[in-house]
């Protein structure tokens, strides 16, 4: 999910943002008509990954429907993005683990408990872009298709390889695959990123892409869910300018600098 915040709101089009996959995102046009210039991959590779789905209280017979992704912390908690529960209560939402497909009913499915927002989540600007979700149900971790991630223990640095993963938009007004998709993308400095977005970005964020190149980005769908370094996560899809544009990196929730902030809530709902 991009969205793009306060003083460019007039000059970007909205990316990551607006988490239902039925809106259309502004996307970057690609050859490559996966997760913007990515590949398909099994869920056994990336068992961390979830599929947020939602049911609105106001239509009780409509089916849930993928609305972000997210990251399993543990068998109780699931880290996802602000942005996609803000205005939101937990019996709205089913956490699918285990299953390789945006509509796939061959995982787990299990009830959100309760929603646990950044208290200092912004919004306007995206800053503090993080959520926790506590499971009313265990998950049943298997170490394979259904398995916890661990967070970043280190700030990451520019450069370094990352791999976003989720089912969003394959591109500019395009539909999101029914399969779970990856893609590299490298870090980019914080120097940068505040470069191309106008001193937006702050310590609670985290940049990656391919700077000057694009055509490789998570897009719209892909919110809430995992930017991870050597299996350890990173960051958590957040906003940006569009999909895979050259000029404007993605920018994610900095899981380092709020790794504190998931340890402290965790550990006060054991």
Not at 83 to 109: L, P, Q, W, Y
Not at 163 to 168: E, K
Not at 229 to 237: D, Q, S, T, W
């Given at each position: ?30 050859d ?48 996802t993005?602000?942005?996609?529960i ?29 929603i ?21 149900i ?32 394959l ?17 980019v ?6 470069e191309?977005y ?19 980005d ?12 050597r ?10 300018a569009?999909c ?12 380092w600098a709020?790794?504190d ?10």
């Amino acid at each position: 999910m991009k969205l793009v915040a306060i003083l460019l709101l007039v000059s970007f089009v909205f990316g990551h943002a607006l988490p239902l996959e039925e809106t259309k995102d502004k996307a970057m046009e690609s050859d490559d008509s996966r997760i913007v210039g990515g590949n398909p991959v099994d869920i056994g590779a990336y068992g961390y990954q979830i599929s947020l789905r939602k049911k609105s209280i106001f239509a009780p017979y409509e089916p849930y429907q993928h609305i972000c992704g997210g990251s399993i912390y543990s068998e109780k908690f699931i880290i996802t993005a602000a942005h996609c529960i803000i205005a939101s209560v937990a019996s709205e939402f089913k956490v699918v683990a285990g299953s390789n497909f945006r509509t796939g009913t061959d995982g787990v499915m299990v009830p959100v408990k309760q929603i646990l927002m950044h208290e200092f989540y912004n919004p306007q600007t995206f800053n503090n872009d993080i959520a926790l979700l506590e499971l009313a149900i265990p998950l049943p971790l298997n170490g394979f298709t259904i398995r916890p991630i661990e967070l970043m223990d280190t700030a990451p640095t520019a450069g370094t390889k990352s791999t976003v993963t989720g089912w969003g938009a394959l591109a500019e007004n395009a539909p999101s695959p029914l399969d779970l998709n990856a893609v590299d993308v490298p870090i980019v400095s914080q120097e940068l990123c505040n470069e191309d977005y106008k001193d937006l970005i702050t310590d609670q964020m985290l940049c990656a892409g391919l700077r000057g190149i694009g055509g490789k980005d998570a897009c719209q769908g892909d919110s809430g869910g995992p930017l991870a370094i050597r299996n350890k996560l990173a960051g958590v899809v957040s906003w940006g300018a569009g999909c895979a544009r050259p000029e404007y990196p993605g920018v994610y929730a900095n899981v380092w600098a709020l790794r504190d902030w998931i340890l402290e809530k965790t550990s006060q709902e054991e």
